[in-house]
């Protein structure tokens, strides 16, 4: 199975949110209709960035690792 590491922007906020998920097209719906609480705040969310990983230890190892840079 694919996840998909996902960067979206805020220009609301001005803040940037990394997240890992199984469909993209659905998750950022989600932080767009204010369902994720965290991210209802910063509608509209914008994708930014995405990477394609083989497994799910994979995402939380690159969100991780996007999240420590930041």
Known sequence: MQYFV???FSKKL???YTGFTENIDNRLLQHN???STFTSR???WELKHFFI???IQ???I???EIKSVN
Do not use: D, M, Q, R
């Open 62 to 64: 690159l969100e991780k």
């Open 42 to 44: 910063g509608i509209p």
């Open 53 to 55: 990983v083989e497994s």
């Open 6 to 8: 996902y960067i979206i």
């Open 14 to 16: 001005n803040k940037f």
């Open 58 to 60: 994979a995402a939380k």
């Open 33 to 35: 209709s204010g369902i």
